[in-house]
């Protein structure tokens, strides 16, 4: 039986695709790894939120409260994030994320990034790029839902 200490790592995926192993290892240490259990929130809608999420392993959904309902937005699944936006322009958050099953997530927050990126430039690009597509990708999914709204 070993006695070693299992630190977790940024996995290949996502937005950390492009990055290779020893970026990777890097750029963990400029955050924090995170466990989540059933029912914990990780963000509240409408607390003061400035970091990025990645999640690791796991399963969680973005819910919203919309005239008095509780709106699903979404899961958010391994490999994927949650808070780019409040990551460049800090604001209070617009959903809350719950995990539904038990889920290990990795967190940076926008001093670490930048600090991240003054050191290691090149890799923080291609990171920036990841997060930059994963915006896009979102916007343009809104849009689709906003033209499909107005079209029925």
Do not use: C
């Not at 970091?51 to 919309?66: C, E, N, Q």
């Not at 899961?75 to 780019?84: D, I, K, P």
Request: net charge negative.
């Amino acid at each position: 039986m070993s006695d070693t200490f299992s630190t977790p790592q940024l996995p290949a995926r996502g937005i950390l695709q492009p990055l290779g192993d020893e970026d990777r290892d890097i750029l963990s240490g400029y955050g924090e790894f995170r466990p989540v259990q059933p029912g914990q929130h990780l963000i509240e809608e409408g607390m003061n939120q400035t970091g990025l999420y990645f999640v690791i392993s796991g399963k969680l959904h973005a819910t919203a409260i919309r005239g008095g309902h509780k709106v699903l937005l979404g899961a958010v699944e391994t490999g994927e994030t949650v808070g780019e936006i409040n990551l460049f322009d800090p604001s209070a958050a617009s959903a809350t994320v719950t995990a539904v099953e038990f889920s290990q997530v990795w967190l940076i927050d926008s001093k670490s990034l930048e600090a991240y990126i003054n050191e290691y430039p090149r890799a923080a690009a291609w990171l920036l790029i990841g997060v930059a597509k994963t915006i896009a990708h979102r916007l343009r999914s809104v849009n689709e839902k906003i033209a499909n709204f107005h079209v029925g």
